[in-house]
């Protein structure tokens, strides 16, 4: 007999797999990422409806019954979806429908099949609800530095990973995505680096979760080459944990500008 999951879930990818049925790629709160094959999810019942209420689409967030595939490679079932948020305010700005694009590509690459975060799920739902609020840029890559964390991929971004000399504002410092942490210039890096202002690199290392972030305002609106430069050091980060350029990274000059030396 199937053993049914009832969970509570954000759609990261869904795949047309028929004229009739998805693949769809959800980050569960209890039971971490599934691939469940979502059968008649697109078919038009006689009434008029779909068996799931709708097709389930991207950032969409639901409680869902399933069954586990029997091992990672395999795809699991979805046989119920119940619609809770379709985050119409995220969908109805392109830039946040930008940045939740890049966070779900982002989740996939860098979390494990089937292996729980319900604290980082409750961050990003948090996250998710807010990116087409105010601070909008600043939760983005709270985010992505959440899923970082959470990974054991956060960047060690205080102090020189060579010398041990505290990173300072005003003062150029190198990022080495191959190390995963800061470096003063005049230490011999390893890899490639990029070069950044040590301000940018504290702000980054003492960024609050999502959900501190939603309950505080900010002091005064964050330097836009800054945040952009902030961008390139978490997506330089991600991009050496998984070993492999993010398909979505072209994004970010949509959302931050075209990225400059600050």
Same mark, same amino acid.
């Given at each position: 007999?199937?053993?049914?999951?009832?969970?509570?879930?954000?759609?990261?990818?869904?795949?047309?797999?028929?004229?009739?049925?998805?693949?769809?790629?959800?980050?569960?709160?209890?039971?971490?990422?599934?691939?469940?094959?979502?059968?008649?999810?697109?078919?038009?019942?006689?009434?008029?409806?779909?068996?799931?209420?709708?097709?389930?689409?991207?950032?969409?967030?639901?409680?869902?019954?399933? #069954?586990?595939?029997?091992?990672?490679?395999?795809?699991?079932?979805?046989?119920?979806?119940?619609?809770?948020? $379709?985050?119409?305010?995220?969908?109805?700005?392109?830039?946040?429908?930008?940045?939740?694009?890049?966070?779900?590509?982002?989740?996939?690459?860098?979390?494990?099949? $089937?292996?729980? $975060?319900?604290?980082?799920?409750?961050?990003?739902?948090?996250?998710?609800?807010?990116?087409?609020?105010?601070?909008?840029?600043?939760?983005?890559?709270?985010?992505?530095?959440?899923?970082?964390?959470?990974?054991?991929? *956060?960047? $060690?971004?205080?102090?020189?990973?060579?010398?041990?000399?505290?990173?300072?504002?005003?003062?150029?410092? *190198?990022?080495?995505?191959?190390?995963?942490?800061?470096?003063? #210039?005049?230490?011999?890096?390893?890899?490639?680096?990029?070069?950044?202002?040590?301000?940018?690199?504290?702000?980054?290392?003492?960024?609050?979760?999502?959900?501190?972030?939603?309950?505080?305002?900010?002091?005064?609106?964050?330097?836009?080459?800054?945040?952009?430069?902030?961008?390139?050091?978490?997506?330089?980060?991600?991009?050496?944990?998984?070993?492999?350029?993010?398909?979505?990274?072209?994004?970010?000059?949509?959302?931050?500008?075209?990225?400059?030396?600050?």
């Amino acid at each position: 007999m199937a053993n049914y999951e009832k969970d509570e879930a954000i759609c990261l990818r869904a795949i047309d797999f028929s004229e009739t049925s998805q693949v769809v790629t959800l980050l569960t709160r209890q039971n971490g990422i599934v691939a469940l094959l979502a059968k008649g999810s697109r078919k038009m019942a006689k009434a008029g409806t779909f068996s799931f209420g709708a097709p389930i689409d991207q950032l969409a967030r639901g409680e869902v019954v399933f #069954i586990l595939p029997r091992g990672t490679a395999e795809l699991g079932t979805l046989t119920a979806w119940n619609l809770l948020d $379709h985050l119409a305010a995220v969908r109805k700005s392109l830039p946040a429908f930008l940045a939740g694009q890049i966070l779900c590509e982002v989740i996939i690459a860098l979390l494990s099949p $089937h292996e729980p $975060h319900p604290e980082l799920y409750d961050e990003l739902i948090a996250g998710f609800s807010a990116l087409a609020e105010a601070q909008s840029k600043r939760m983005f890559l709270s985010m992505a530095k959440s899923v970082l964390a959470a990974t054991g991929y *956060q960047p $060690h971004l205080e102090n020189c990973l060579i010398c041990k000399t505290p990173v300072r504002p005003g003062v150029r410092a *190198q990022f080495c995505p191959g190390s995963g942490g800061a470096c003063c #210039i005049g230490c011999p890096a390893q890899s490639k680096t990029l070069q950044v202002d040590g301000g940018v690199l504290l702000a980054l290392a003492r960024l609050p979760a999502p959900s501190v972030l939603l309950s505080s305002a900010a002091s005064k609106p964050a330097d836009a080459a800054a945040l952009r430069a902030a961008a390139a050091v978490l997506m330089a980060a991600i991009e050496a944990a998984t070993d492999r350029p993010l398909r979505t990274r072209w994004a970010l000059d949509a959302l931050f500008g075209k990225r400059r030396t600050v």
